[in-house]
C-alpha cells in the first residue's frame, strides 16, 4: 500500500505564500504556511530558539555541487550541522561524479533527530538567475520522485516534507510562476496527471506554459 505523504510549502516570501495558497487551494495533504522555515512562532530562528517544525525531510533547492554555504543552504547546515554538507557532497562524488543536475534529486540522511531527511534538488547548477526557467517544476519533480523512491525501499520512510520556495531568492523566480511549476510537478508526481507529450509541439507547449 503506498505510503500518505503531507508536503508542508513555507516561505518568507508573502508573495509566495498567497501564489502558493492560489495553486494548491483543495488539495489534499498540501499545507501551506507564511515564516522561517525552521520555526512556528514569529521572527528568526537562533542558536538559542531550537527547531520547532517537524517533518521526515526538508527540500534543498541546491546548487548542482551540494555547496550548502549560502541562502536558505546555509540556515539548513547552521541548524542541522556541518555534516549534512559533507555527507550530500560525498554522495553527489560517489554516485554522480561530484555533480547532480537540475531535474534530479536525491535522499540523504542529516543525523538530526527533528528532520533525519535532506533532499537535495538542485534549481540551478551555480548560484543564477533562473527567472525564465522551468527549474522549479524540475527541481519539485524531482524531489517528489525521490521521495516516491525512498520510500519504496527504506524502513524510514518519508511521510512529510517541509519545502522553501523553489529558485525564488538567488534564482529570482516571480512567486506565480514558481507555484504554478511547483503545483504542475504535483499534479504529475502525486495528482495521477503523468504528462508525457506525443509530440514535440507538446513538450514546448508545456514548457511555455510553465514559464508563462
Not at 55 to 77: C, E, Q, R
Amino acid at each position: 500500500m503506498p505510503i500518505s505523504l503531507s508536503i508542508h510549502l513555507r516561505d518568507l516570501n508573502q508573495a509566495l505564500v498567497h501564489a502558493w495558497r492560489e495553486e494548491f487551494a483543495g488539495v489534499p495533504g498540501v499545507i501551506v504556511s507564511h515564516g522561517d522555515i525552521f520555526s512556528e512562532r514569529p521572527g528568526p530562528v537562533t542558536a538559542s530558539d531550537p527547531i520547532d517544525v517537524r517533518a521526515d525531510a526538508v527540500v534543498s533547492p541546491a546548487n548542482s555541487f551540494g555547496f550548502m554555504d549560502g541562502g536558505i543552504d546555509a540556515v539548513y547546515t547552521y541548524h542541522l550541522g556541518p555534516k549534512l554538507e559533507e555527507q550530500l557532497r560525498a554522495t553527489l562524488a560517489t554516485r554522480f561524479g561530484g555533480e547532480l543536475p537540475v531535474g534530479q534529486a536525491i535522499v540523504v540522511p542529516t543525523g538530526h533527530p527533528a528532520i533525519p531527511w535532506c533532499i537535495s534538488a538542485p534549481t540551478m547548477r551555480v548560484p543564477a538567475d533562473v527567472s525564465d526557467t522551468v527549474h522549479a517544476y524540475l527541481a519539485m519533480r524531482a524531489a517528489l520522485r525521490a521521495v516516491l523512491s525512498h520510500n519504496e525501499s527504506s524502513a524510514e520512510p518519508i511521510r512529510t516534507v517541509l519545502c522553501p520556495g523553489l529558485g525564488t531568492a538567488t534564482g529570482r523566480m516571480p512567486p506565480a510562476r514558481c507555484a504554478r511549476q511547483m503545483r504542475e510537478a504535483w499534479n504529475q508526481v502525486l495528482g495521477g496527471r503523468p504528462a508525457i507529450p506525443s509530440s514535440v509541439y507538446e513538450a514546448m507547449e508545456h514548457d511555455r506554459r510553465l514559464r508563462a
